[in-house]
């Protein structure tokens, strides 16, 4: 099967989903990264932050061993500013390429204004005539974004087993160095471990993901 995840920015796809893709890639699927935001030096970062985000993702994806991994280079907090269209297209471009099966995706109700966009951009691409391929669709949530939305709490309906992944996932984590944290810090290894744990305790397992299950499709094929 395709996999594609859909992050906001680089580590959404780990905190929110990355011991589902390990799972998944486990099982010989075909694993794909679609990145939306990204920082650059034209809108301000030093080139060093720059260069060090660059090497990140690069050993991200190294450890993951994606199929393929794409990155739409729009500016960081700056999404409000883009074509809802423009968007929608550059998205529907890379589903032509992967033609998922199965879409991860961030909350809708996420705090962060670049989550609530890219949410409402992927929700335009989810109907089966324009790309029938796509079986199904789960939200994940995203520590410091889902769990800060007080009004429209994150409630899953499905939970994947990552008990066999969590340590690379949390090696995963860890290369992003600007973005973790010591605990109280929602995004830090003892925050990270809490969540799973919890979500494992809800569905059975030592460690869990959560997610919403938004979109399932069903086949049924004679095989007489």
């Not at 905190?15 to 939306?36: E, P, V």
């Not at 883009?82 to 809708?108: G, H, L």
């Not at 709490?153 to 973005?179: A, R």
Request: aromatic residues 14%; contains cysteine.
């Amino acid at each position: 099967m395709n996999i594609l995840v859909v992050s906001p920015h680089p580590d959404d796809e780990t905190l929110g989903c990355g011991g589902a893709l390990l799972y998944h890639k486990n099982k010989g699927d075909n694993i794909y990264w679609l990145n939306i935001t990204n920082i650059s030096h034209s809108k301000g970062w030093s080139k060093v932050k720059v260069e060090k985000r660059r090497k990140e993702i690069s050993k991200v994806k190294e450890i993951y061993g994606f199929t393929n991994s794409f990155d739409l280079k729009f500016a960081t907090t700056e999404l409000d500013t883009v074509p809802m269209s423009k968007i929608i297209n550059d998205i529907s471009e890379i589903y032509n390429i992967v033609k998922p099966e199965i879409i991860f995706a961030p909350y809708n109700y996420d705090v962060h204004t670049d989550h609530k966009i890219v949410f409402k951009a992927l929700s335009s691409t989810f109907k089966w005539f324009r790309h029938p391929y796509i079986k199904s669709v789960l939200l994940y949530e995203t520590l410091s974004e889902t769990d800060f939305n007080f009004l429209n709490s994150f409630t899953p309906n499905t939970f994947i087993n990552i008990s066999d992944f969590f340590d690379k996932k949390i090696q995963i984590m860890n290369i992003y160095e600007s973005e973790i944290k010591e605990f109280p810090f929602p995004r830090s290894e003892k925050s990270i471990q809490a969540l799973a744990a919890l979500r494992g305790s809800q569905s059975g397992f030592a460690y869990a993901e959560a997610f919403q299950l938004i979109y399932q499709k069903y086949e049924w094929k004679n095989k007489s």
